[in-house]
């Protein structure tokens, strides 16, 4: 049996494949900005923090990031934060675990993350 183009026969192994998912999944994928002390300190350089899918590589996180900001990204720094325990009551669980990706961008690239309200 031949390959099927297109389809999603091996979703299990090539989860974010580009020819597969749309560009409206890769900017799904970026959860969310890191507002922290350090990570706002940080922006001054053109260093900004985001939360994204932790299943997404590093061609595929530039690639939604140059698209979805309209910029050009130096380099990309990843790190894989493990899960965290929580509790409720007498019951006890896990958070998820997540990614965080720390980008520089080149010199005369900016992303407006909050209005001048």
Same mark, same amino acid.
Request: aromatic residues 12%; contains cysteine.
């Given at each position: 049996?031949?390959?099927?183009?297109?389809?999603?026969?091996?979703?299990?192994?090539?989860?974010?494949?580009?020819?597969?998912?749309?560009?409206?999944?890769?900017?799904?994928?970026?959860?969310?900005?890191?507002?922290? $002390?350090?990570?706002?300190?940080?922006? /001054?350089?053109?260093?900004?923090?985001?939360?994204?899918?932790?299943?997404?590589?590093?061609?595929?996180?530039?690639?939604?990031?140059?698209?979805?900001?309209? =910029?050009?990204?130096?380099?990309?720094? =990843?790190?894989?934060?493990p899960?965290?325990?929580?509790? =409720?009551? $007498?019951?006890?669980?896990?958070?998820?675990?997540?990614?965080?990706?720390?980008?520089?961008?080149?010199? /005369?690239?900016?992303i407006?993350?909050?209005? /001048?309200?």
């Amino acid at each position: 049996m031949g390959k099927a183009s297109g389809t999603l026969q091996n979703t299990k192994k090539n989860y974010f494949n580009p020819d597969l998912w749309s560009d409206i999944l890769f900017f799904d994928s970026i959860k969310s900005v890191v507002t922290s $002390k350090k990570a706002l300190l940080s922006v /001054d350089n053109q260093t900004y923090c985001f939360m994204v899918n932790p299943k997404l590589t590093k061609p595929l996180i530039k690639r939604a990031i140059e698209k979805y900001f309209n =910029v050009r990204i130096f380099k990309i720094n =990843v790190s894989n934060l493990p899960r965290r325990q929580k509790r =409720v009551g $007498k019951y006890a669980g896990f958070c998820p675990s997540y990614k965080k990706v720390t980008v520089t961008l080149n010199y /005369d690239d900016t992303i407006n993350l909050f209005s /001048d309200i």
